[in-house]
């Protein structure tokens, strides 16, 4: 264990990977119960989404975890799915199978520009001070997600604002949120898992935590082959290219997913491994070898690359790497065997549903605020007196939360940059790659504008 996972060189501990994963795990398990309720809207069975959403979970983060030795969880992405099913089958008319298909287009997509080194590329070319916005802009992105998450904000005045605390999950959320502060400030280890236990069990009293109804495990099994392989029949990918008049939606469609779930995975990874050192100043340098995967980044990219196909075809949308892996490393994690850990539980719930998805958001909530405080940190590496940074790296950082997307935030922060730099006269400074992908956010801004 030590030898393969390098434990004492990464400087932790066997325990603290396992309580990182918990910890990982149980901030992100709510998308096996949400994943499902939403891609069945598009007709998908909900039992055969369910297996394929923690199977493509086990599979990606697995990879992730013996691959890469890096403590990152893969599972179906929020937003995506619901792009999949708001804007590609209800929006655009594509069925759920050709849906599917251009998602696994998508995933071969990014494995052949995770090969060609383009996505460690974008990395490099994302000058400092972008790369701290987008760091500190996860951090208030992961504790807007808790706060949503709860419905402690709510909006409906038709702006944001504090829910009225007239509920029991609101309460136990505060309760939750103190009792975790508390114990990292007092340097209790393990704190944010102890947190989120000891907040679970004080629901069950509070009527907060309760079983949920869910399909049994033979049942999501029985329904697993109407998704699995359904790209590979006359309904998936030959539909989908069987009318060319539709070919540049197609293509219009695949390229909205790609640069989505590409900027998600490299904002989560900027903005996590910078402030932590699991991506450190050596494996930057290793990333300058021309083949091979010579570093923890490159084979980081990889292992996420490979697990959107790999979703497509079990039946479900990208799977991305998740951006609550910051609660895991919030509490330790450093290599991969807290991902192994992640992917093990990932397993264990496909038999205990019920029991996983009785931990109330509530309970998780107050885990997501806290790790969110923690990375805002980075925000103090950006030379706010210099208005000139300071203008892209508001929007990098803001914008996220307030778009609820990491990759728009990234967008807005790569636009501004340009626009500041060319002002400035000082566009010849603007790296080519961040130039294209400035364009690409344009264009795709445009292309969905149109469609």
């Given at each position: 264990m030590e030898k393969f996972f390098k434990l004492k060189e990464n400087g932790t501990t066997f325990s603290t990977e396992v309580v990182a994963g918990l910890t990982t795990f149980f901030t992100m398990a709510y998308i096996?119960?949400?994943?499902?309720?939403?891609?069945?809207?598009?007709?998908?069975?909900?039992?055969?989404?369910?297996?394929?959403?923690?199977?493509?979970?086990?599979?990606?983060?697995?990879?992730?975890?013996?691959?890469?030795?890096?403590?990152?969880?893969?599972?179906?992405?929020?937003?995506?799915?619901?792009?999949?099913?708001?804007?590609?089958?209800?929006?655009?008319?594509?069925?759920?199978?050709?849906?599917?298909?251009?998602?696994?287009?998508?995933?071969?997509?990014?494995?052949?520009?995770?090969?060609?080194?383009?996505?460690?590329?974008?990395?490099?070319?994302?000058?400092?001070?972008?790369?701290?916005?987008?760091?500190?802009?996860?951090?208030?992105?992961?504790?807007?997600?808790?706060?949503?998450?709860?419905?402690?904000?709510?909006?409906?005045?038709?702006?944001?604002?504090?829910?009225?605390?007239?509920?029991?999950?609101?309460?136990?959320?505060?309760?939750?949120?103190?009792?975790?502060?508390?114990?990292?400030?007092?340097?209790?280890?393990?704190?944010?898992?102890?947190?989120?236990?000891?907040?679970?069990?004080?629901?069950?009293?509070?009527?907060?935590?309760?079983?949920?109804?869910?399909?049994?495990?033979?049942?999501?099994?029985?329904?697993?082959?109407?998704?699995?392989?359904?790209?590979?029949?006359?309904?998936?990918?030959?539909?989908?290219?069987?009318?060319?008049?539709?070919?540049?939606?197609?293509?219009?469609?695949?390229?909205?997913?790609?640069?989505?779930?590409?900027?998600?995975?490299?904002?989560?990874?900027?903005?996590?491994?910078?402030?932590?050192?699991?991506?450190?100043a050596e494996d930057e340098k290793a990333m300058d070898s021309s083949s091979g995967f010579k570093s923890k980044m490159d084979k980081a990219l990889f292992a996420d690359a490979i697990a959107t196909s790999i979703g497509s075809i079990f039946g479900t949308s990208n799977t991305t790497t998740f951006v609550e892996s910051a609660s895991g490393i919030g509490a330790g994690g450093r290599t991969g065997l807290t991902s192994v850990v992640v992917a093990i539980c990932f397993a264990i719930s496909a038999f205990l549903a019920t029991f996983v998805s009785a931990i109330p958001s509530a309970a998780t909530a107050p885990a997501l605020v806290v790790v969110g405080i923690m990375m805002t940190s980075a925000f103090k590496e950006i030379q706010w007196e210099n208005f000139s940074e300071a203008v892209p790296a508001f929007f990098a950082g803001l914008f996220m939360a307030l778009c609820y997307s990491i990759s728009y935030g990234i967008a807005f922060g790569f636009i501004s940059y340009c626009i500041v730099k060319i002002c400035k006269k000082e566009a010849k400074g603007i790296h080519p790659i961040l130039w294209v992908a400035t364009l690409l956010f344009i264009l795709n801004f445009v292309l969905l504008a149109v469609i």
């Open positions: 096996i119960a949400v994943n499902p309720s939403v891609l069945s809207q598009s007709g998908m069975e909900w039992g055969a989404v369910f297996l394929a959403t923690i199977i493509a979970s086990i599979i990606g983060t697995m990879v992730m975890g013996l691959f890469a030795n890096v403590p990152y969880a893969q599972a179906p992405g929020m937003g995506l799915n619901a792009f999949f099913v708001y804007t590609v089958c209800f929006g655009l008319g594509f069925t759920w199978q050709q849906a599917l298909s251009m998602v696994f287009i998508c995933g071969i997509f990014n494995i052949v520009i995770t090969v060609t080194k383009v996505r460690k590329s974008i990395i490099k070319a994302i000058p400092t001070s972008l790369q701290n916005a987008i760091g500190g802009g996860i951090g208030v992105f992961v504790a807007y997600i808790g706060l949503l998450n709860v419905g402690i904000i709510n909006f409906d005045s038709g702006v944001p604002a504090i829910a009225t605390l007239n509920q029991p999950a609101f309460w136990l959320f505060l309760i939750g949120l103190v009792l975790t502060i508390v114990l990292l400030v007092c340097n209790v280890k393990g704190a944010i898992l102890i947190g989120i236990v000891i907040t679970a069990l004080l629901g069950i009293p509070m009527g907060v935590t309760t079983t949920s109804d869910s399909v049994s495990f033979t049942e999501a099994c029985a329904a697993l082959p109407t998704t699995f392989g359904a790209i590979f029949t006359s309904e998936g990918l030959p539909s989908l290219f069987s009318d060319m008049a539709r070919l540049p939606l197609v293509l219009v469609t695949i390229f909205a997913f790609s640069i989505s779930d590409t900027f998600d995975t490299l904002g989560t990874f900027i903005g996590t491994g910078r402030r932590s050192g699991i991506f450190s």
